[in-house]
């Protein structure tokens, strides 16, 4: 790393720059002044002051050398004399290139020295924002001042590695060569070598033997993002050991900084120990919190530090002391250690307190226990493995709480009751990705939890913002390969919907297994065909004793294999300006059943034949300050064959919801138990306007379906009625409509809406109204409106509780100044009258802490359709410690991220 020199010097005064020479036994020196050529120092005497008999003087002036023409001084004494040799047609040998550059054969250059005691270095290379470019100043936080800058922008490399290059000094002041290869220095000096150099202003001693620099003084020790300076230093270049007295540091990517009585600097590891220092992220005004210790090593190159006998203070106020050693990250790098707590109080738990302890095993494997008091339930603790190796990455979550206080075999099943379903809570979780070879991959998802409750009650310190009413338990083996797709799965799913009866006729079903495959080719002329397939067996447990012999009659308790198969040919042609698009497929379907409804067949199959025809034209338009406007006329025709399958069983099928996507599908079912008959025409037109640069600016989509025959495919089963979502007896679908539009990059407006014109009203729509500035400056409001029931299908507990959706949605973040926030979110229901979630908080924060308060109230899931429930609420805190991480609060974070729509964390994402 260069030192930095202030400019404001004595350029004027003759300057001596001096190297080893080849023979690594003496010295090459040669002095400049302004306007000057290059001047020998004469060669002192073997044994130095101490020959006073020589009649050299012990100290060779710049000043009293009068210039002469180029030369080059060799100082290589002999047994018992000075020895003085000269080449007029070498040229004299000066470091005017950069750190460890070979600079034989350049001519001298004046170097400037800074005047008095270095004092311009006094900022510890601190740049304020306003001295900042604008490149600079937009990668800084808002709320941060300024900025720890490298001033010599020099970089590692293996050419100015400090341990293959020679060490050279340039100096103005006087010289004295002690010995051999011993000079000392008094006044102002800079010592290279490599990368490396120090810099000093009163007495320097340079011992070429040992390879070592003693100064007194003001010194400034620089290496590429490395700042010490101090009244003393002691450099082994050999050994690559700085130690500095009275320091102060600067580790400039990291933006650390502090004061110690000493710090020893190993370069070769980046080693910084610090005996009787400090420690801080915070500006260097800025005295809001930092650690002080009886020694403090950082390893930059784990990315960690270590702080024994540590006491940490804010605003000078001591909070936190740790007698043993402390173990803090000082970037991204893991760290055994305690991680940030999570504090809070909630109406059904009490006192929420969570301490997670980071168990950094190996590089390739890790452990979290997170211990959790819960004041009105006991004791949860909780466990994550992790572990990575050549071919997976494996994840398991274990949690437990023995003994539930809150248990209360009287009210397990009371709506309201805060009573679990039972007195031992627990959670399991296990996830694997894996790749073998080029072709295979696997992947696991399995879980399980005690009861329905347990994500509720239990999920996150009360910050669960996340609803959970499936729980995965699927394995898969995966083969992917240029013309073959295909996986092996076994899946099956835990309900904790409290919407659901367990063991009831809505279990979905397991699938034990399931073969996917699929394959397609390119022919010629624009033609591609395809086949794909699906094999399943399914299977469920259910409670018999909640069914009817009716409805065993009429088959619930149907098992059974299903076969899919799926050929498929395609045609298509697209140019500028248009497309069309052709496919037709048959759909087959072979059932192999047990427990069926009685009358039914045990191997019933069917056979869909579907064809499609897609296009579409692209007109375009010039507009004012290069704007171009499209119009996007298309129309889609579908046919599809009648099957009657009222009498097949519905193992994995659901109906979708119309948009104005579903326009161009070609199956308004999901699942392989049902092919809807169609036939169909969708009309749609779509205009853009784009900018110069091709990017959207506003869009305006609309269409509707036309259907020529009545819908005669529906979700009608033996063992249950379904009652479309859609009806199947209109001539049209609704008229569907989508608006998107952006003001500018910061202002984004989406729309859509769902026309019915038969009933004359809207069944359903949406609207969002987005300001995203920057991460400190954004809002939110939307409105989702459904006139449908949520489900006709599915069981409501009240019938005083309205299913229909209109719900508004506000949240954002506000500044209020450049360090103080506004954070919120109030998200209303309209049709029942309450608040889903509101929370509001405001936040603190500048360039090395951040605070957060935050107020919440909301209503778990498991009880949006329980009448005059009490809402739950909560207060939480977030401290957060730049560079330390979440001192509390840890989970606060997510509930942000999940409210508030663009929210992210500056320091952490």
Not at 130 to 152: H, I, K, R, T, Y
Not at 275 to 297: K, L, Q, T, Y
Not at 832 to 860: H, K, M, P, Q
Request: charged share 20%; net charge negative; glycine share 8%.
């Amino acid at each position: 790393m260069m030192l930095s020199i202030s400019p404001a010097s004595t350029a004027q005064l003759p300057q001596t720059t001096c190297r080893a020479n080849a023979a690594g036994d003496g010295w090459i020196c040669e002095t400049t002044t302004a306007g000057a050529a290059a001047s020998p120092i004469p060669a002192p005497p073997r044994g130095g002051i101490d020959r006073a008999e020589s009649g050299n003087p012990p100290v060779a002036s710049p000043e009293s050398v009068e210039p002469v023409a180029e030369i080059e001084t060799v100082v290589e004494p002999g047994p018992d004399q000075t020895s003085v040799r000269t080449d007029p047609d070498t040229t004299p040998a000066t470091d005017n290139r950069d750190a460890g550059e070979d600079t034989a054969g350049a001519k001298p250059t004046p170097l400037e020295f800074a005047t008095g005691a270095f004092a311009a270095g006094d900022d510890l290379d601190w740049v304020p924002r306003e001295a900042m470019s604008e490149a600079q100043q937009e990668a800084l936080p808002a709320n941060c001042c300024g900025a720890f800058v490298d001033p010599s922008g020099i970089e590692r490399n293996p050419e100015n590695n400090p341990e293959n290059a020679e060490t050279r000094f340039r100096t103005s002041a006087g010289i004295r060569q002690i010995s051999t290869g011993l000079i000392t220095v008094d006044g102002d000096i800079v010592v290279q070598q490599g990368y490396r150099r120090i810099q000093n202003n009163d007495t320097t001693t340079i011992d070429r033997a040992e390879n070592t620099v003693l100064m007194q003084g003001n010194v400034v020790f620089r290496e590429p993002d490395v700042l010490l300076r101090g009244s003393s230093a002691f450099i082994n270049n050999d050994e690559g050991i700085s130690r500095i007295e009275n320091a102060q540091y600067v580790i400039h990517d990291l933006g650390i900084h502090g004061t110690a009585g000493s710090i020893v600097y190993t370069s070769e590891s980046g080693l910084i120990s610090i005996e009787n220092g400090e420690f801080s992220r915070c500006e260097p005004d800025n005295g809001f919190w930092h650690i002080e210790a009886a020694s403090i090593v950082l390893d930059q190159e784990r990315g960690r530090g270590y702080a024994r006998s540590a006491r940490l203070e804010i605003k000078n106020v001591p909070v936190f002391y740790y007698p043993f050693t402390l173990q803090f990250p000082l970037g991204d790098e893991r760290i055994s250690g305690f991680l940030a707590p999570s504090t809070g109080s909630t109406r059904s738990g009490g006192f929420d307190f969570e301490l997670p302890y980071y168990l950094n095993l190996a590089p390739n494997y890790d452990a979290t226990i997170s211990p959790r008091i819960i004041s009105d339930r006991g004791i949860l603790t909780s466990t994550e493995f992790r572990y990575l190796s050549r071919r997976s990455m494996n994840t398991l979550n274990l949690s437990f709480l023995g003994s539930d206080d809150l248990f209360d075999p009287a009210t397990v099943n009371v709506p309201g009751s805060d009573s679990p379903a039972t007195a031992d809570r627990w959670f399991l979780g296990y996830e694997h990705f894996g790749n073998f070879g080029r072709n295979w991959s696997t992947f696991v998802d399995y879980n399980g939890v005690s009861d329905e409750d347990y994500f509720y009650d239990l999920g996150s310190n009360g910050l669960n913002a996340t609803s959970r009413t499936h729980l995965n338990r699927l394995g898969r083996l995966n083969f992917r390969s240029d013309y073959l797709r295909g996986d092996i799965r076994v899946q099956r799913v835990q309900i904790i919907d409290p919407l659901f009866t367990e063991g009831g006729l809505a279990t979905p079903y397991d699938r034990l297994p399931q073969l996917n495959f699929e394959s397609d080719a390119y022919l010629a002329g624009g033609f591609r065909v395809g086949l794909s397939g699906q094999i399943t067996a399914f299977d469920r447990n259910l409670n018999e004793d909640l069914f009817t012999t009716t409805r065993i009659d009429n088959g619930a308790l149907v098992t059974g294999e299903r076969v899919n198969l799926e050929p498929a040919l395609s045609w298509s042609l697209e140019a500028p300006g248009w497309f069309l698009r052709a496919d037709a497929k048959y759909m087959y379907s072979a059932y192999t059943l047990q427990d069926q409804a009685i009358g039914s067949v045990d191997d019933p199959d069917f056979g869909v034949a579907v064809y499609s025809f897609d296009s579409g034209l692209i007109f375009e338009r010039s507009m004012s300050r290069a704007y171009t406007q499209t119009l996007e006329p298309r129309v889609f025709y579908l046919f599809s064959e009648f099957e009657d399958q009222d009498q097949l069983p519905l193992f994995d099928t659901s109906e979708l919801n119309f948009s104005f996507s579903q326009l161009f599908r070609d199956d308004r079912f999901s699942g392989g138990d049902r092919v809807a008959d169609a036939d169909q025409v969708s009309i749609a037109i779509t205009s853009r306007i784009l900018d110069a640069l091709g990017r959207e600016r506003a869009r305006v989509s609309v269409g509707q379906i036309r259907y020529f025959q009545d819908r005669r495919v529906t979700m009608r089963s033996p063992s249950q009625t379904f009652t479309p979502r859609y009806s199947t007896l209109s001539s049209s679908s609704a008229l569907a409509a989508e608006f998107a539009y952006s003001f500018s990059d910061s202002w984004q407006l989406n729309a859509d809406v769902q026309w019915n014109q038969d009933s004359q009203e809207i069944e359903e729509g949406s609207f969002a109204l987005r300001y995203h500035r920057d991460a400190s400056h954004l809002l939110n409001l939307s409105y989702r409106f459904r006139g449908l029931a949520l489900n006709p299908n599915l069981p409501v507990f009240n019938a005083g509780i309205d299913t229909r959706i209109k719900q508004t949605d506000l949240s954002g973040v506000w500044p209020l100044s450049k360090n103080w926030k506004l954070l919120g979110r109030w998200n209303y229901d309209h049709s029942n009258s309450r608040n889903l979630e509101s929370f509001a908080g405001i936040e603190f924060s500048n360039c090395c802490a951040t605070i957060r308060l935050i107020g919440r109230e909301w209503v778990d899931e498991d009880e949006l359709f329980l009448p005059n429930i009490e809402p739950n609420r909560g207060i939480f805190v977030q401290f957060t410690l730049i560079g330390l991480g979440n001192i509390t609060g840890g989970n606060v974070s997510s509930l942000l991220r999940d409210g508030i729509w663009g929210f992210r964390e500056p320091y952490y994402e």
